[in-house]
């Protein structure tokens, strides 16, 4: 069935790394995303990776998929005080459309 | 800026009444997709339309509706509101059935 999983908070220092990690279900997904939502605002596509890929680099963003244990995380580098935000873990699966699936979302608050 | 709009950006309303929510995806975009984001359950795909035509159904209420418009522009039509539909309401689009989608601000609706 369809169910993607994250923790619901993370603490980081400025400056540090920060990892959010979220598991997934669906042996057929097809892509697999990473969307950031701030206080008030919309959801922003941050990065994806397709289910045949291990890892993607993007700036400070750096996606790993464990296909075998349905596992993603988004490590982000030299996390920034803007970096504070809810994050979310989503898929798409083969014969679901291009309908997303969404986690509950993981709150990253980062402190000086 | 995703490009995507949605009008209006609040609306509250009370039980019992029907409200429309309009969103324009991105110039070029095709696929408008409707989620709805509450507290408890979280994001959920409500519906998708390419083109004109439905192309997928999540969990969308019967009292719900939508449409996709000549100009692509679409509506979501929300009839015999209770308290449980108060949330957030996002509109994404992409350019055909792309993996990415982009989301537009949102729609708080408040029921009372």
């Known amino acids: 069935g369809e169910d993607v999983e994250q923790s619901l908070f993370l603490s980081v220092r400025e400056g540090d790394s920060s990892v959010i990690n979220c598991t997934y279900t669906?042996?057929?997904?097809?892509?697999l995303y990473w969307y950031k939502q701030e206080p008030g605002a919309g959801l922003q596509l941050l990065t994806y990776i397709f289910s045949n890929m291990d890892m993607k680099q993007d700036q400070r963003l750096t996606v790993l998929l464990n296909k075998k244990d349905k596992h993603l995380s988004l490590r982000i580098a030299d996390t920034q005080t803007g970096d504070s935000a809810i994050y979310f873990c989503?898929?798409?699966?083969?014969?679901?459309?291009?309908?997303?699936?969404f986690g509950a979302g993981t709150r990253l608050a980062v402190h000086p | 800026d995703s490009g995507v709009t949605q009008t209006p950006k609040h609306l509250i309303t009370a039980t019992g009444q029907r409200v429309t929510l309009r969103c324009s995806p991105r110039?070029?975009?095709?696929?408008v997709y409707w989620y709805q984001q509450s507290l408890d359950q979280g994001l959920q795909f409500l519906i998708q339309?390419?083109?004109?035509?439905?192309?997928a159904k999540g969990n969308i209420l019967e009292r719900f509706s939508a449409q996709q418009f000549p100009d692509l522009h679409s509506e979501l039509n929300l009839s015999s509101l209770e308290l449980g539909d108060s949330a957030l309401y996002f509109c994404?689009?992409?350019?055909?059935?792309?993996?990415?989608?982009?989301f537009g601000p949102g729609t708080r609706l408040t029921v009372t």
């Open positions: 669906d042996s057929s997904s097809t892509y």
């Open positions: 989503a898929e798409t699966f083969s014969g679901g459309y291009n309908k997303l699936i």
């Open positions: 994404a689009s992409s350019v055909d059935d792309s993996y990415e989608q982009y």
């Open positions: 110039s070029g975009d095709l696929s």
């Open positions: 339309y390419y083109n004109g035509e439905e192309r």
